[in-house]
T-cell receptor
């Protein structure tokens, strides 16, 4: 069971780059790293997923070092609308126990003008 | 396809009553998940289906909870003899088998009075 540790909260200003790091020391060989964003009264929204090195899409980048014991979600030039809770999940999406994909409390990002 | 649909959005019920929620997943997705989320916490896994088979249930899913997914399409989550502690947001998600993230619905907020 890959437990994750994230900061409880972070503050930023509009236009800045935000990096949220997640620690997952006991990640297993078959585990992927997935990040979600959640606004109040909505379900989480998939942001990005990776296995190793770097993954980039239109909204974020995910950096994973060679030992895979941590990962960093990078949000370029945040805006007020990026204020949300961000969750890091680690687990084998392809099979096995889906109940082992634990959301935790996430990181509450507050973007200020 | 408009994504994962959950009904109703809100439900207020008296303690001891039974309630049923419905989830319509993305049609191409063969996996369907139920989560529960309370204020300030991340979503907690309840159960998941692959097609019509319920493959995993959390210990959180007491005997008062039952979920079904007839014909591998929509799913229902029933709570019998509701208790005040059942008050929460109930989230449904779906995914294709394999890697990739979950697509969540907007949830059903249950209030037990």
């Amino acid at each position: 069971l890959a437990k994750t540790t994230q900061p409880i909260s972070m503050d930023s200003y509009e236009g800045q780059e935000v990096n949220i790091t997640c620690s997952h020391n006991n990640i297993a060989t078959n585990d992927y790293i997935t990040w979600y964003q959640q606004f109040p009264s909505q379900g989480p929204r998939f942001i990005i997923q990776g296995y190793k090195t770097k993954v980039t899409n239109e909204v974020a980048s995910l950096f994973i070092p060679a030992d895979r014991k941590s990962s960093t979600l990078s949000l370029p030039r945040v805006s007020l609308s990026d204020t949300a809770v961000y969750y890091c999940l680690v687990g084998d999406m392809r099979g096995g126990s889906q109940g082992n994909l634990i959301f935790g409390k996430g990181t509450k990002l507050s973007v200020k003008p | 396809d408009t994504g994962v649909s959950q009904n109703p959005r809100h439900k207020i019920t008296k303690r001891g009553q039974n309630v049923t929620f419905r989830c319509d997943p993305i049609s191409e997705h063969n996996r369907l998940y139920w989560y529960r989320q309370t204020l300030g916490q991340g979503p907690e896994f309840l159960t998941y289906f692959q097609n019509e088979a319920q493959l995993e249930k959390s210990r959180l899913l007491s005997d008062r909870f039952s979920a079904e997914r007839p014909k591998g399409s929509f799913s229902t989550l029933e709570i019998q003899r509701t208790e005040q502690g059942d008050s929460a947001m109930y989230l449904c998600a779906s995914s294709p088998q394999g890697t990739g993230g979950y697509t969540f619905g907007s949830g059903t907020r249950l209030t037990v009075v």
